[in-house]
């Protein structure tokens, strides 16, 4: 259900001519907001349509009878996988996709990805959504990953409904065996060739969402996508936090370690809730996410239809935002990054890793906007600056032997103005103490 819609219904100080009028409102201005774009470099579209909860339950309702006919799970190699596999494919099929499957050999079995196009859009800018099918060979894996499955077919379907006309091309897929490590997602990735790749404008993964003691976690990746998901919660009052229980623990790992902009969001598998955590959220405190995560109770009681419900409008939403307009930011704002992983050495010499910015005209900004990404067992030892194209560097980040916390993840704020955008952005990282070390897992720069 949309709790936008819903608050509207329900204000009593609204009559229903009101509210009657107010909508024709929202409908009539989304048009003219369409031309003018965002701060961010999305354009403004019509709002997502709800993505109704009865629908994406039913589909869990059914990947769960799969599993029960099936000998209790949906794995790989498995007669429920494939059995999930054709239920899926057969609604995108009636509903106008292009499908194909996409086979692979996994452990001497044979898996499959399922991939659906929709037709129409710039074949040039290609955003993809997607969720892993497989479960693990101890239950059905309702939440893990029924929840993203369902969600993400029952968004394709009002996309079809909706006989929605993006400007960017949309991609749908389904991965097989990611329980075994990311294999299907892998296995895409890794054959679509290079020139398929840089069509692709974005990957949202959608990985446990209806966890039973959920939490609302956003990936921290591609700031577009992420600034995408956070503005959906905020505008329902939903406190988010970063998603941290395990960068590269799902689908969109693959994606990502090619240079993809990724995103995405997850409500919590095997950490516990903290006590923070439950105040805001609600829940229990120290409890895990999900207590069934990967054993036999992960069924279809084993859902919060809050988090479900929340998070399948979310995706509505992000599908529908984020394949308007060109994502080509000339002008405007502009994002650029670099996701290859560069190892600092313990104690050693500074490493570096770059961005080249190109199409801009003029300086950077006076608040240029610097997104790191730095995995490390002991921040504390720890320098990083930013070095403009021209040699001058600003230094971000000093040592501080005492702050024993883990990683360098935050957005640092540079007055860049004297520095000409265009040429080669370098991150330099040193590690200046001894024992802990890490690596640069991605950085950005956001103009
Ligand atoms: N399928 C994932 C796994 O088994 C679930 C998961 C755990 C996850 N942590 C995550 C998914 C963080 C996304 C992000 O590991
Ligand atoms: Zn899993
Ligand atoms: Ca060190």
């Known amino acids: 259900m949309s709790p936008n819609r819903f608050a509207l219904r329900r204000s009593p100080a609204l009559p229903a001519a009101a509210v009657l009028s107010l909508a024709a409102l929202l409908v009539t201005a989304a048009p003219a907001a369409q031309a003018t774009g965002t701060a961010t470099g999305a354009a ?3 709002a997502a349509p709800d993505i109704p909860l009865a ?20 794995a790989h190699g498995r007669p429920g996988y494939k059995a999930s596999i054709d239920y899926v494919k057969a609604k995108l099929d009636a509903a106008g996709y292009t499908t194909s499957l996409q086979q692979f050999t996994s452990g001497g079995a044979t898996g499959y990805n399922l991939i659906a196009d929709w037709p129409g859009g710039d074949a040039n800018k290609v955003l993809m959504a997607g969720a ?6 101890s239950g059905a894996g309702i939440n893990d990953n029924g929840s993203g499955s369902a969600a993400v ?9 909706a006989q929605l006309a993006p400007d960017k091309h949309l991609r749908f897929a389904w991965w097989g065996a990611e329980e075994l490590g990311l294999v299907g997602s892998r296995y895409y990735v890794n054959n679509l060739p290079s020139t398929e790749r840089s069509k692709l404008s974005g990957y949202l993964n959608f ?7 959920a939490g609302y976690f956003v990936y921290d990746d591609d700031p577009v996508i992420e600034k995408t998901f956070k503005d959906y919660y905020a505008g329902l009052s939903i406190p988010t936090e970063i998603e941290t229980e395990g960068d ?5 790992a693959p994606f990502k370690n090619v240079g993809i902009p990724v995103g995405g969001l997850f409500s919590g598998a095997d950490y516990t809730k903290t006590a923070a955590q439950a105040q805001k959220w609600g829940g229990t405190a120290g409890q895990s996410f999900d207590r069934c995560y990967h054993s036999s109770c992960d069924n279809t009681s084993n859902i919060n239809d809050t988090a479900l419900d929340r998070n399948s409008d979310a995706i509505a939403h ?17 994002v650029f990054s670099n996701a290859a992983d560069v190892a600092v050495p313990d104690n050693g010499a500074a490493v570096t890793s770059s961005i080249a910015v ?10 240029l906007q610097v997104g790191v990404d730095i995995k490390h067992t002991w921040r504390g030892d720890v320098v990083v600056d930013l070095v403009a194209p021209d040699g001058t560097a600003y230094r971000l980040k000093n040592s501080s032997s005492g702050d024993s916390a883990d990683n360098v993840i935050t957005t640092y704020t540079v007055d860049a103005s004297s520095e000409t955008a265009n040429g080669t952005w370098k991150l330099r990282v040193q590690d200046v103490a001894s024992q802990d070390t890490g690596y640069i897992d991605s950085w950005k720069l956001t103009f």
């Open 44 to 46: 403004v579209v019509a």
């Open 55 to 74: 629908n994406v339950k039913a589909h869990l309702t059914q990947l769960q009878s799969i599993a029960t006919a099936n000998g209790g799970n949906r």
């Open 132 to 137: 892993h099918l497989d479960s693990v060979s």
């Open 153 to 161: 077919l029952e968004t394709a379907l009002a996309v079809s409904r």
């Open 207 to 213: 990985d446990m969402i209806g966890s039973p003691n």
């Open 248 to 252: 590269g623990r799902s689908d969109h």
């Open 318 to 334: 992000a599908i529908w935002t984020l394949s308007a307009g060109t994502g080509e930011p000339p002008t405007g704002e502009g």
């Open 358 to 367: 190109t199409g801009r005209t003029g300086n950077a900004p006076a608040a």
